[in-house]
């Protein structure tokens, strides 16, 4: 008996690049059906550092938009992408960059999905991300 081919989503940080040739080759030439999410939900910390010292009307503001990407939007959005991941029966699941794979983790375990990370730039090689998202 033939098995259906698995559906498999690419899971991007934002839309694709014009230098990310080798991500649109994924999402092309995968041997499944292929869905794609862009703009999935990254770390809010990293999103809204700023550099250099800030007053303390900046440092509230900053601390409000982290706690309602964290709080509010970033759970939401993890639901919907859960919601998308069933509707879309979705077998596999590729997280494009370690960070994005990080962010689908809890979402493929909850849904016993694999999930394939392909990443090789600072976030395959700095320690302080490393240590962080193990």
Same mark, same amino acid.
């Given at each position: ?10 899971? &991007?940080?934002?839309?694709? !690049? =014009?230098?990310? %040739?080798? +991500?649109? /080759?994924?999402?092309?030439?995968? !041997? /499944?059906?292929?869905? =794609? ?16 010292? &800030?007053?303390?009307?900046?440092? &509230? ?5 982290? /706690? ?25 699941? &590729?997280?494009? =960059?370690?960070? %994005? !794979? ?12 694999? +999930?394939?990370?392909?990443?090789? !730039?600072?976030? /395959?090689?700095?320690?302080?991300? +490393?240590?962080?998202?193990?």
């Amino acid at each position: 008996m033939n098995k259906p081919p698995t559906n498999i989503c690419v899971v &991007l940080p934002s839309p694709i !690049g =014009y230098s990310e %040739t080798f +991500l649109q /080759a994924h999402v092309d030439k995968l !041997g /499944a059906a292929v869905s =794609y999410l862009e703009n999935f939900p990254i770390d809010v910390n990293a999103e809204f550092s700023m550099p250099g010292p &800030l007053d303390q009307t900046e440092q &509230l503001k900053r601390r409000m938009r982290i /706690a309602w990407h964290r709080y509010v939007m970033n759970p939401k959005k993890n639901i919907h992408v859960r919601k998308f991941f069933k509707s879309n029966n979705i077998g596999v699941v &590729l997280a494009e =960059y370690g960070l %994005t !794979g990080a962010g689908v983790l809890d979402g493929c375990k909850d849904l016993k999905i694999p +999930l394939v990370v392909h990443f090789h !730039g600072y976030d /395959a090689y700095s320690k302080v991300v +490393l240590e962080r998202y193990k």
